[in-house]
């Protein structure tokens, strides 16, 4: 399969490849949204080679991130597709310590991470340490 035949959940246009701290990732040139395996999200935390100045820092730790039960309860939305497999991607935890909800396919393809999602992610893995 063609690695760039990938196309954004929301908008159905093929993602572009690009390279963000050294990994491919996939990303949507209209909403800024990712596509990346669990390699390559891991990978890019292990890294930590971008340094965020301090409103970025504060952004994210004000950010709130849909947690799980908010999901359930109030905001009615359609499940996303894995872009591998095509079956339903499942809101989850992004880690024990990490209390955000993801799209993640439960086959372990990767996970989609709307804009800036990464960045916020990477600011409270680093605040954690
Ligand atoms: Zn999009
Ligand atoms: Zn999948």
């Known amino acids: ?30 909403c800024g949204g990712l596509w990346c395996s669990l390699n390559s999200i891991e990978a890019i935390l292990k890294k930590r080679i971008q340094k ?12 709130n991130f849909p947690s799980l039960q908010l999901d359930m309860k109030k905001v009615k939305f359609e499940a996303r597709k894995c872009l591998e497999c095509g079956e339903d991607m499942k809101k989850h935890d992004f880690s024990k310590s990490i209390n955000i909800s993801i799209d993640r396919c439960l086959k ?5 991470l709307d804009k800036d999602e990464i960045d916020r992610i990477q600011v409270l893995v680093e605040d954690g340490k």
Request: hydrophobic residues 30%.
């Open 108 to 112: 372990g393809h990767g996970i989609w």
């Open 1 to 30: 399969m063609n690695k760039n035949s990938k196309l954004c959940p929301e908008h159905n246009i093929c993602l572009q490849t690009i390279e963000y701290e050294g990994e491919l990732v996939e990303q949507c040139a209209l």
């Open 52 to 63: 965020f100045d301090k409103e970025t820092i504060q952004t994210s730790k004000d950010y």
